[in-house]
């Protein structure tokens, strides 16, 4: 038996299946789709079995080592799948199949997690009258007949030397079943009556398949009609995966979930250890957990027969992997699940991604819309607090009527959301007395400032000026870079509302594990007046008692350089809004902001997502960005400046000569040039059609792998630079 195996090298030269032969005693357990330890130059290492054959060219063979899975782990989907990913992200199929694995299964050779394990009785087959026992012994009796299976520690509170007789005697049998660390409630809760609305969303999505958006403002009942779609698949005998943005981020849903479906639902996050992922994922394989809900990489979940793809939040940037490769979006894989599965995917935003939109528009997507809130409840107010006028009465960074508004709900008992959104990293250089920033004349994007050299440039074309002493419109001395941080305005609304209890919600105060839920809770619970945190606090969160939320400073999202500035701000502001009077009492929304007539504002004041969207659509026809074109970010990096410098445009001329249909930007240094002595620079394609852009790409890639002194990283569709 020769068997071909991939294997699991991180170093880019190696992406190829090697033959090795399999000893006898191992022939029969040798399936594809689990890992095997082989010898290779020296060292043991770990692949995948692709291919079983009978024989082989290759001469003096090795044999494998060990086998390490029992059950296949790749089942042919996901093999597929990650032949897919390779094609559309130009990674290795390696890394295609790693990141489809929870950690724990990646682990080290020879390092492993236990599995736990729980002793049970039950009563032999062959026992028929209960009544010949007396005393402890009918008692233990009894109970293994009403319950079936009983754990050994329960038996033994009843009596240890009755317990001892009865398995002598063979009249109870052992059973030892795994112990999972994590355990779901059984309490189920009732479902609640759809709305029409609700109802005909369902019906057509049941009615049908393929991808459908489904635009619901906030409060619309969206996750009441994901939970509905999941229970018609559970009906057929379905399983489900619901894809949220971070999930340990989404506790309420979570819990939502878990109290309609019980012990149905796994989920999956980076909060749990790497034996409860471990757990998690072997429910899945054996079928026990037939919902599993999670972030991007739930969507390998190696469920069998899936009836339903649910994708939360679909605008989130989360669903792309940009850090590692594989590049892949969720969303992507989620549609060629779908499509193999022949089952429904359903992408719900209440902001939904200029790109979703847009082929809803086409008809590649079907449309679906809650227009309005659940409880008939309107849209809170939102108020446009113009920071440029309000700058002459306040040395801080809270506005008359922000300090007002939150003063009258402290009076009133209610809960006010504070938002500071600090999501830039870049930071830009913006004028205090006018509100000017400076913009990339060839690009209209923020110009972001470099402090070693004094001076603003633009990551996409690579434009730079100097730094000027005053603002170029009002000749103010007056420019400052920003960044303020929570840190700084929490200790201000201290000062400005001694009496509130405020509780502050960022990286820094939720990194310990659960500290987030327990926050959540605690402030559900009234324990505190106002929550102030980052754009955490944006995210599906329910509280009853919220009718104010401020928005501290609405630029730093529109200042980011981004051409999707304007709609992450629109999105973000729509979704801090929408925590606002979600119950019985009316909401209110202020967002203070320099630049009040910016559109991205103007059509959050009045919740106007397709207004957004047809004013954002004609400056992205116009600029040549997404949806109109498809962009790939390319990424050279080295540790020899000059040598990069020389191949980088090498490689612009190769793209140059081989793409004529393609728009190629660059190459312009990172946002971040130097990283631990790496050089980076970057190149943009923007193209309508693909050309042979993969074909060329792939080219160069190959041309560079045998380089150790230059990397290039590629990114299809990036969520941003
Ligand atoms: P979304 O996901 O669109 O923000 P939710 O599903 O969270 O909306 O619904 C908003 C609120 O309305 C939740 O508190 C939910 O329990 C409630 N809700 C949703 N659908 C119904 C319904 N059909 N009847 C009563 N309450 C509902
Ligand atoms: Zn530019």
Redesign the pocket.
Known sequence: MVIGVLVELSNKNIDKIFDYSVPGNLREFIKIGIRVVVPFRHQKIEGFVLEIKEKTDVSNLKDIIEIVDSEIILNDELLSLGKEIKKSTLSTLISCYQVMLPKALKAKHGVSINKKYDTYYCLNDDVKDLSLFKGSQAEIVNLCFTKGEVLKKDLKDISVSSLNTLIKKNILVEKICEHYRLSYSNSLSKK????ED?KKVVASVQAGHGVYLLH????????????ELIEHALLLGKSSIVLVPEISLTPQ?VS?FQMRFGDKIAAIHSALSDGEKYDEWRRIVRGEAKIVIGARSAIFAPLNNIGMIIV?EEHSDSYKQDDSNPRYNAKDVAIIRGKYHNCPVVM?S?TPSLEAYARAQKGVYKLLS?PN???GRSLPKVDIIDMNKEFKYSRGHFSRPLIEDINLALINHEQIILLLNRRGYASFVTCKSCGYTFKCPNCDITLTYHKASNTLRCHYCGYGEKVYEACPKCFEKALTDLGVGTEKVEEELNNLFPQARVLRMDFDTTSRKGSHEKMIEAFKNGEYDILLGTQIVAK?L?FENVTLVGVINADTSLNIPDFRSSENTFSLLAQVA?RSG??QKNGKVIIQTFNPDHYAIEYTRKHDYIGFYNKEMTIRKELKYPPYYYICYIKVSSKDKDFLVTETGKIKRALVRNLDKTIILGPSPCTIFKLNNIYRYSIILKYKSDDNIREILNKIIEHYKVSQKIKIDIDFNPSHF
């Open positions: 609640k009556e759809l709305t609700q619901g403002v906030t409060g619309s009942g969206k996750t009441e009609v994901y939970m849903m939502r939360d719900g209440a809650l809130r659940v409880n599906g329910d929408g979600r119950s």
